[in-house]
């Protein structure tokens, strides 16, 4: 494979760079790079952004407001926003649920609602995981019964990220309880404000509302909702899953942060000299550094294959293994250097309009629960145990 950009994709990156010089609001880039909560509102004032510009959808089939852009150039662009500090995109919307409605869905849902994901009309989140179904995901018990013109699903969903932001769910349910797992599994579109639809908070280790259990007590869902065949949405399931667990090695990210944990070893000292400076503490640095280099040419692997008209399969678990423990390991060397500053952290601290008195410095404040918040992504997307099931399956054939 050939690891250099071309001059045509360099030139590009320059392109990508100017435009966030210039677009990507300064307090929206503080906040990411000072991990500070982001808003709805932070997220919405991006996404109309890049969709002025024509570049919220990169992925997208051009015919539905996508860009020409190839797998390298989409690299390109993620990487340099994660740098820039842009917010990363929500992506149950315009990565999840629309590859799946272009790939699966009928014209009318494509008509219907590709075009409100791009204007931001709809905020998507997804109904997968459940109290007993999380990376046995085929055991889910939320079931959607015939009736008529209508679906009546019944159930619950858990771990739904920013399910208390969305007016959409996309669902997994069970509309054949006789047939083998995957196979009597259905995808359904949701609308929130359906009657029966409860949302209620999940307050994680760090503090936040970042997710919510949803519950389903007799909602009516029109037919028309369905993706694809009945019994048969496990195929969407597996295609929208192979894309997400892609997307979770965070090369950028985890690029931006290493960036950000060298300027905090560089701040802090040890026997009057900067952290940086310790050998022990360089070399778990660069023992990080060597595995995130390692997972960049894995990534590139990948999407110049894609370039050539490939598609993402059991590799992209690799990447999710990866890119999720290098993430870990980042924010666990973030606090290690921080040492006993690393420990309090208060709830308003982060936002970006705190005025009160800092311990140490402005970084100083976020590492902790970023750290703790950082522990959900070895189990997210199907847990690295059930990845390396997968690679052991797949590519190793054991």
């Known amino acids: 494979m050939e690891i250099h950009f071309s001059p045509e994709q360099l030139a590009f990156r ?13 307090d929206i880039a503080q906040k990411v790079k000072l991990g500070k909560h982001l808003h709805k509102a932070d997220h919405e004032r991006w996404q109309k952004i890049l969709s002025k ?4 959808a990169p992925g ?16 390109i662009f993620d990487e340099e926003s994660a740098a820039a500090g842009a917010p990363r995109l929500v992506p149950f919307g315009v990565n999840m649920v629309a590859p799946v409605i272009i790939k699966f869905g ?20 997804q109904g997968y995981s459940e109290p007993g179904a999380g990376s046995d995901l085929a055991s889910l018990k939320t079931r959607a019964v015939r009736d008529g013109d209508h679906y009546i699903v019944n159930g619950q969903k ?3 990220t920013l399910g208390q932001h969305a007016n959409w769910i996309f669902c997994l349910v069970r509309t054949d309880p006789e047939a083998q797992q995957q196979r009597g599994i259905s995808f359904l579109l949701i609308d929130m404000a359906t009657p029966g639809i409860t949302v209620r908070p999940i307050i994680t280790l760090d503090g936040d509302h970042e997710v919510n259990e949803v519950f389903f007590d ?18 969407c399931a597996k295609y929208l899953l192979t894309h997400e667990r ?59 294959a894609a370039s050539e008209g490939g598609v993402p399969g059991s590799e992209s678990s690799i990447l999710k293994v990866q890119g999720t423990e290098i993430r870990q390991a980042i924010t666990h060397l973030m606090r290690k250097a921080l040492g ?33 918040n950082m522990r959900k992504l070895s189990i997210f997307g199907g847990s690295n145990e059930i990845q390396k099931n997968i690679v052991s399956k797949m590519i190793l054939e054991l």
Request: proline fraction near 6%; include cysteine; aromatic fraction near 10%.
């Open 340 to 372: 006993p500053y690393a420990l309090p952290f208060l709830p308003e601290e982060m936002e970006l309009d705190f005025d009160g008195e800092m311990l140490v410095d402005d970084y100083a404040a976020t590492p902790a629960s970023q750290y703790f």
């Open 218 to 235: 007799d909602v009516k869902v029109p037919v028309e909702n369905l993706v694809g065949e009945e019994n048969k949405g496990w195929t």
């Open 246 to 304: 892609t997307g979770l090695a965070g090369i950028g990210a985890s690029k931006a942060a290493l960036t950000n944990l060298k300027r905090i070893a560089s701040k802090q000292q040890k026997n009057g000299k900067p952290l940086l400076e310790d050998a022990l503490f360089r070399s778990q640095i660069a023992e990080v550094e060597m595995s995130l280099m390692a997972a960049e040419m894995s990534t590139l692997r990948i999407v110049a």
């Open 60 to 75: 997208w089939p051009v015919e539905h407001g996508g860009t020409t852009w190839g797998p390298i150039e989409k690299h």
């Open 53 to 56: 510009r024509g570049w919220y």
């Open 158 to 160: 858990t771990w739904t």
């Open 106 to 125: 009928t014209e009318e849902q494509k008509a219907t609602y590709l075009p409100r994901i791009l204007d931001g009309t709809d905020w998507w989140c």
């Open 14 to 26: 320059d392109e990508v760079r100017e435009f966030l010089k210039q677009e990507l609001p300064a």
